[in-house]
């Protein structure tokens, strides 16, 4: 299994727009990050976590030449605000992209792109073929794709536990927590012996309550 940070930056990216502050002033590549979004690439297949509005340049950045499918966290912009240029692997594929995310994802898209789901279409337009996901495991081929119940402040989004069963590997992306305890306790005995490796994200050095997980 191959992991790929695509982008590790927050909701505007860093640098922020016309911002003064030392990070986004800073020459260190380490402040340059994009949107989030993650590839992975495991048994013959790439899958990316995510399309925000870097998607284009994080593709041509990483020489992506197949993408195979795209899992979504949740529906802010950030995640889903370059949706449009995955036509360039519909173009190459000859085929509709495979697409999961949770029901307000897929309400969201069609609200964010109503011509991609319109009756007559354009030609050229973005192609999905969208499954709607709650947190029942699900797979892609030999890839075993758990979702697990995150908390962005109190927008249910989804963390992704990826098991590569060739390699026995697995990665788990969670974005904002905390996680609920219960869905914890639920899957805890699965997590601890399963995951091999965890991102998750800790924008702040100071404590705060999306850390709590990290102390555990
Ligand atoms: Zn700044
Ligand atoms: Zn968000």
């Not at 340059?32 to 297949?45: A, F, H, Y």
């Not at 947190?135 to 989804?158: C, G």
């Not at 963390?159 to 026995?168: C, K, L, P, V």
């Not at 996680?179 to 899957?187: E, F, G, I, Q, Y």
């Amino acid at each position: 299994m191959k992991v790929t940070f695509l982008g590790t930056g927050t909701s505007q990216g860093i640098p922020i727009i016309a911002c003064d502050c030392s990070v986004c002033q800073s020459g260190d590549w380490r402040d340059k990050r994009l949107r989030t979004s993650v590839m992975i690439e495991t048994e013959g297949k790439t899958l990316v976590v995510d399309t925000g509005p870097d998607f284009r340049e994080q593709m041509l950045r990483a020489n992506v030449k197949k993408l195979d499918a795209v899992l979504f966290t949740h529906e802010h912009r950030d995640h889903i605000g370059g949706l449009d240029d995955i036509r360039a692997f519909n173009f190459i594929h000859q085929q509709p992209m495979d697409m999961y995310g949770e029901e307000r994802v897929l309400k969201a898209l069609q609200e964010m792109y109503p011509y991609i789901f319109a009756e007559k279409k354009y030609p050229g337009i973005p192609e999905l073929n969208f499954s709607v996901i709650k947190t029942s495991p699900f797979s892609i081929d030999n890839i075993e794709i758990i979702p697990i119940r995150a908390y962005h402040y109190k927008l249910p989004v989804l963390g992704f536990r990826i098991h590569d069963r060739y390699w026995d590997s697995a990665f788990m992306i969670l974005p904002i927590l905390p996680m609920p305890t219960a869905s914890l306790k639920r899957r805890n005995t699965r997590l601890r012996v399963a995951v091999t490796w965890l991102s998750m994200d800790c924008a702040r050095k100071n404590t705060f309550r999306t850390l709590r997980l990290m102390k555990r």
